[in-house]
């Protein structure tokens, strides 16, 4: 079951820098929706992102012009919306949007995710059908996140798994 809210943006906690967005522009023909990423933010006051392009050509869009900003945040869809307060083409295509009164969201998960960075070993065994003892050996990993139906662990990118 999702889990719709509003709530009041707690200072930036939701906001990253290099978080991608999803720019919706309410003047856009069919409510077209261009790729973005943040680029920075004054709480309470303002958002910079980089200025969408489109067939090689920024977005078409004017100071005051009101467009939905969406995104994904910590297993979150989360969207608001937002007017274009400035713009700049040089030296970067930058737009600054107004810092969200409010926030939706949408919880993806049925469950909860806890959030944490936790050190773990794992030992992963290596039954041979020739072999009377199978043979273990331990990888270290990172555990991102814990829920009560599964957990999220990173492993090093040279991990290889023994067959079965």
Not at 1 to 22: K, W
Request: with cysteine; glycine share 8%.
């Amino acid at each position: 079951m999702a889990d719709h809210g509003s709530l009041a943006p707690q200072g930036g906690s939701f906001l990253s820098v290099g978080l991608p967005l999803q720019l919706c522009f309410a003047e856009q023909q069919g409510n077209a929706q261009y790729g973005s990423s943040l680029l920075g933010w004054k709480t309470g006051d303002w958002l910079v992102c980089e200025w969408p392009y489109h067939l090689g050509q920024p977005v078409p869009c004017q100071v005051n012009d009101p467009c939905l900003v969406r995104y994904m945040f910590d297993g979150r869809f989360i969207g608001y919306p937002s007017v274009i307060r400035d713009q700049q083409l040089r030296p970067f295509p930058f737009l600054f949007l107004a810092f969200p009164q409010s926030v939706e969201e949408v919880a993806l998960r049925k469950h909860a995710r806890v959030s944490l960075k936790e050190p773990l070993l794992i030992n992963i065994e290596d039954a041979s059908r020739c072999a009377r003892h199978s043979v273990e050996r331990v990888v270290g990993a990172m555990m991102h996140d814990l829920s009560l139906t599964g957990c999220c662990v990173a492993l090093p990118s040279r991990t290889a798994w023994a067959p079965g």
